[in-house]
């Protein structure tokens, strides 16, 4: 045991190796995580592990440090590269708010599991993904000491799908941003409206497109009903992959007018395009979380969304819930929200109310709980033998 762990000090590595990457929920969930961990008080000693040398500075404090690890490769900067530094920095626990984790380190480890989307529906992933899913997350979830699960969802699934003893895997949600619940004055919804190029009226898709995400049929559930009823859908995201048969269908239904391809929105916009928009429209297929669904009812947005998984658990009584195979319940569920002024409104009380129940301070104190108790643990099984004298692995 460190003189730090001794005294309750630790030092804490966090493996950053996908901030800068593309945009979407992982990213915003780690930069929220991330800078509510650094401002709770505590007596630890945060070690920022990069890829990117442009994220040096970007979260500079008195208890942290910032290391620029390399590797030619993601597999060979998990497993390689962030295992040594790991043991260059004398680390008591090793954090990553993503999926992977070294298989083989002398502090104990924790993951993030945002979602098992894989074995849920595995041919909605890339053939390499499912290779990498299949043979290397039961190891890391075998090897961590604990995992955190982003929902109740995700802790079944990661004890049903990985073999996880209950035990080790910790329900923790995702916060909202506060920006999110305070009223946006009506300057600046004019002001996003005409700088977006926003419709009068229109329902909101926010996020990646990919299998999972059910675009397909959203898009033909609009057809149905948004034209008809004068209402756009404004599409806030980007395609990622699998999805071009689905996007296709925007010609053939002849959505072209309708469709406004606004691209990924930052946050200081995106609390007005909310509260302008008549529903957020998210009937997922799989959601392990969702977390527009809880930024839309935190800003006071209807939702439409899916009646199973994260979805359900999120919205459940505070949305309208579809089946997501069901283009006729999809399209049901935009009529009624679009059609019922005083539905909307009850919508929006209802939505509020339950994303008073999340926070990213609450999400970042008990994360850092199952940090602490990780790396006060013993040393993981089968991790290398201690060093010797001369600071080498025996």
């Not at 992977?100 to 849920?120: A, E, K, M, Q």
């Amino acid at each position: 045991m460190t003189a730090a762990r001794s005294t309750g000090r630790l030092r804490i590595g966090l493996m950053l190796r996908h901030l800068g990457q593309h945009g979407g929920g992982v990213r915003v969930y780690t930069e929220n995580l991330l800078r509510e961990v650094l401002a709770l008080e505590t007596p630890h000693r945060f070690i920022l592990l990069y890829a990117d040398p442009r994220m040096l500075g970007r979260y500079a404090g008195p208890a942290v440090e910032e290391i620029v690890v390399r590797a030619p490769h993601a597999l060979l900067w998990d497993q390689l590269a962030a295992r040594r530094a790991a043991r260059r920095a004398d680390l008591d626990v090793l954090f990553n708010p993503k999926y992977s984790i070294p298989l083989r380190t002398r502090c104990p480890t924790v993951f993030v599991c945002h979602g098992l989307d894989w074995y849920v529906m595995p041919w909605a992933s890339k053939p390499l993904d499912r290779i990498s899913h299949r043979h290397l997350m039961p190891r890391y979830a075998r090897r961590a000491a604990a995992v955190v699960a982003v929902s109740e969802t995700t802790r079944r699934q990661v004890v049903e799908y990985l073999g996880v003893a209950p035990s080790r895997v910790h329900t923790v949600h995702h916060g909202v941003d506060e920006r999110f619940r305070a009223p946006v004055p009506e300057e600046h919804l004019r002001a996003v409206r005409a700088r977006r190029g926003l419709p009068e009226r229109f329902f909101l898709y926010c996020g990646q497109i990919y299998p999972p995400k059910n675009f397909g049929r959203l898009l033909q559930a609009y057809a149905r009903v948004g034209p008809e009823l004068g209402v756009s859908l404004v599409v806030a995201g980007e395609h990622r992959w699998l999805s071009e048969d689905e996007l296709a269908l925007v010609q053939r239904l002849r959505l072209e007018p309708w469709i406004l391809w606004a691209g990924w929105i930052e946050h200081e916009e995106l609390p007005a395009v909310y509260a302008l928009a008549d529903a957020l429209c998210l009937p997922s297929l799989y959601e392990s979380f969702g977390l527009p669904l809880i930024e839309a009812m935190a800003a006071g947005c209807p939702v439409v969304t899916a009646n199973r998984y994260g979805t359900r658990e999120l919205a459940d009584r505070a949305g309208i819930l579809v089946d997501p195979e069901s283009v006729e319940s999809i399209a049901r569920g935009l009529r009624r929200v679009a059609t019922d002024a005083a539905l909307r409104g009850t919508l929006r009380d209802l939505g509020r109310e339950r994303a008073r129940s999340f926070s990213w301070t609450r999400c970042a104190r008990e994360t850092l709980d199952v940090i602490e108790a990780a790396g006060r643990s013993p040393p993981p099984a089968g991790s290398l033998r201690p060093r010797t004298a001369a600071g080498a692995a025996s």
